[in-house]
């Protein structure tokens, strides 16, 4: 899911999907909270560390403003469409077709689209309707220079640039792809590499 919602479309040079909008009906709000707290954050305690706590209903984060509401789909696109960041792309036919072709997937038990569960597949059409922007995010960046094993930051030929040296995410090795649990080894072992051979250059002093 990550992957497709941060595509770049390399001719237009742009995400066309960021942002995506996440549509339910009445029946999907009350199926219960649509985050929840990731079990990574709790502490030794139980508690929870600073993550915020989704209402059963979505009936807090409506009244926050982070879910729109329309009671019919022409009045939910309107106001998606106001959302500066929708660059008015969505539009009414489009979305009824995407869900009556959803449905009809639900009537099926079958999803050739994306292979969802059938178990997955509860149809929409209970007004109002909802829709959540969503926005893709990482925990990794990963851009910068390249380096190479002694951690120097190596040119666009490959030879090292002079008493330049880089670690951690920028430039990660790891760069062609999310690497979550693996980058502060990276961090540390190249950091260690970067201050070692740093350490070693002659020092320079001003003339
Ligand atoms: C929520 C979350 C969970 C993660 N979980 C894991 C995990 O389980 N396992 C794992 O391996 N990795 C994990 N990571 C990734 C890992 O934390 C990072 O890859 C690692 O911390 C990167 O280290 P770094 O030294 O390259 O950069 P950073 O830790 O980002 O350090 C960069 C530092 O530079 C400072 N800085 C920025 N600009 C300037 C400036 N102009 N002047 C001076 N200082 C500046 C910043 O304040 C910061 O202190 C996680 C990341 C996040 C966000």
Known sequence: MWREAVYLDTKLGRYPRIPYYLVFDEKGRLAGPLGRANP?????????????????DASAEVKKGWIMKGDTLEELVAKITQDP????????????QTIDEYNGYCAAGHDPQ?????NWLKPLGTP???AMKMLPGGMSTHGGPK??????????FGKPIPRLYAAGELGSIYYFQPSAG?????????????GR??????????A
């Open 147 to 156: 380096r190479n094993t002694r951690s120097q930051v190596i040119d666009a």
């Open 182 to 194: 693996s980058t502060l080894g990276e961090a540390l072992a190249f950091g260690r590499i970067a």
């Open 114 to 118: 994306f292979g969802r569960p059938a």
């Open 85 to 96: 960041q929708s660059e008015g792309l969505m539009e009414s036919a489009v979305l009824q």
């Open 128 to 130: 109002p309707y909802y």
């Open 197 to 206: 051979n740093a350490a070693a250059e002659s020092i320079r002093r001003a």
């Open 40 to 56: 990574r954050g709790l502490l030794a305690d139980g508690s929870v560390h600073n993550f915020y706590e989704w209402s059963n």
